[in-house]
Each structure stands twice: as structure tokens, then as C-alpha cells.
């Protein structure tokens, strides 16, 4: 069956640490891959998207990177602020381009 | 950038009575928009797809019965909980994507029912 993994126990960083977090996958050939932010009691926040033909794709203090081979995209944010904390959703699209399927999210909680 | 509005945020009901919950799309047309649940701590659960002008498309294990939805106009999807019961009290999301393919998802605020 297809499954998308990730971490979920909280990651707590540093403040000004690189926070990375990781989405594994199987079953699934994605052509795109899509992480979103969750605050507290809110929807998901689009953040970034990345094809597969992309090894690496950056915003600002983010960058994502995602390796088809190992079925395995890692997040990244460099230089972590508090204002970071939140739970971060890595999600496929199918084939078809038209339903996404999310992970369960991990949390990542950064310490001034 | 778009934006997908859910109202109400939160909703504290009755065992027995029925909620609506409605998700609108102010800046495109969304002919499909995506109801999903989620518990706490836990991932989103898609419920169902809400396609404009014809009956929503429900995944495995969700009551059509129980969740009503009606998706009259390209901006406008709603969810109804009927005979709501306590184990409905979860944290309802709605999304949408503008029409094309592999496009990124607009959610809503999400709205949390409370059944007492």
C-alpha cells in the first residue's frame, strides 16, 4: 500500500540552528512533491513545490530537496527562528496531478 | 495570492443536531474542492471530494449520509454534519486548487466542532 512517512516525534532545535526534517515514501512514483506549514488550529499553508526532475529547490531560508532513487525528500530551514515552530506536512501528488495525500507531519519546535 | 475562506472557525453543538460548515474560494473558481479531517496530533484525513454540479465523491469508510455536502457553485462547497455525535468533535478543513494540474492546495482556516 502506499504510504508517506514522516518523523512523528517533535524535532527541537536551537534558535540560528538549520532544522531537517525528512518525508519518505513508498509505493507512490510522484512527479511532484508539496510541503506545507500547520500552525496550531489552522489549515496548512503552502510553502513549496518540487518536481521530480528537481534535485534541489530553495525560498529563502528553505530548501527542499528530493531524490526519486531513495524515495526520500529532505526540508530544511537554515538559520531557525522561534517563529518557525509549527508542524510541517510533506505531501504527493497521484499521477494524475489532481489529489494530494499528506504525511502526518512533524513538529518542529525551534528554542530562543 | 488565492484565498479559501471556512466559516465557522469553531462550532459548539448539541448530540442529535446537524452543522453546516462552508468553504468558499474568493479569488478563483474551483470546480473540485477537498474536505478532510483531522484529529488531533494526527495527519489529514481526506473525506471527500466536492466537485461543482454533480454528487461529491466519498473515500472509504466516510458516511455519505452523515456528511452532506453540496457544492451549488464554482466558489462555494459546504459540509454538513447531520445527527452530529461526540465522536464527530474534530477539526474540519476545505481546500481547493485552481484548475490545472500538479497546482499547489488552498486551504481554509479549518473549523473546530465541539458535539456535546
Known amino acids: 500500500s502506499q504510504k508517506i512517512e514522516q518523523n512523528s516525534e517533535a524535532l527541537n532545535i536551537q534558535e540560528g540552528k538549520t532544522a531537517t526534517l525528512t518525508c519518505n515514501y513508498t509505493?507512490?512514483?510522484?512527479?511532484?512533491l508539496q510541503w506545507y506549514r500547520q500552525d496550531p488550529g489552522r489549515g496548512p499553508v503552502f510553502l513549496l513545490l518540487?518536481?521530480?526532475?528537481?534535485k534541489e529547490k530553495r525560498k529563502e531560508r528553505l530548501k527542499v530537496t528530493f531524490d526519486t532513487t531513495l524515495k526520500q525528500s529532505l526540508f530544511h530551514i537554515t538559520a531557525s527562528q522561534p517563529a518557525d515552530s509549527a508542524t510541517y506536512l510533506c505531501?504527493?501528488?497521484?499521477?494524475?496531478?489532481?489529489?494530494?495525500?499528506f504525511g502526518g507531519g512533524t513538529r518542529l519546535m525551534v528554542k530562543p | 495570492g488565492a484565498v479559501v475562506s471556512q466559516h465557522p472557525s469553531r462550532v459548539i453543538c448539541k448530540s442529535g443536531t446537524s452543522v453546516k460548515i462552508e468553504c468558499r474560494s474568493l479569488?478563483?473558481?474551483?470546480?473540485?474542492m477537498f474536505w478532510y479531517r483531522q484529529f488531533p496530533k494526527q495527519s489529514l484525513m481526506l473525506m471527500a471530494t466536492?466537485?461543482?454540479?454533480?454528487?461529491?465523491?466519498?473515500e472509504q469508510g466516510v458516511e455519505k449520509d452523515k456528511f452532506l455536502i453540496n457544492h451549488a457553485s464554482l466558489t462555494l462547497s459546504t459540509l454538513t454534519v447531520t445527527s452530529a455525535h461526540p465522536e464527530d468533535s474534530s477539526f474540519y478543513i476545505c481546500?481547493?486548487?485552481?484548475?490545472?494540474?500538479?497546482?499547489?492546495?488552498?486551504f481554509g482556516q479549518g473549523t473546530r466542532l465541539t458535539v456535546v
Open positions: 481546500s481547493a486548487r485552481r484548475q490545472g494540474l500538479f497546482t499547489e492546495a488552498f
Open positions: 509505493n507512490y512514483s510522484p512527479a511532484y
Open positions: 518540487i518536481r521530480e526532475n528537481e
Open positions: 505531501a504527493l501528488l497521484n499521477n494524475a496531478g489532481n489529489m494530494l495525500t
Open positions: 479569488d478563483f473558481q474551483a470546480t473540485t
Open positions: 466536492s466537485n461543482e454540479g454533480s454528487k461529491a465523491t466519498y
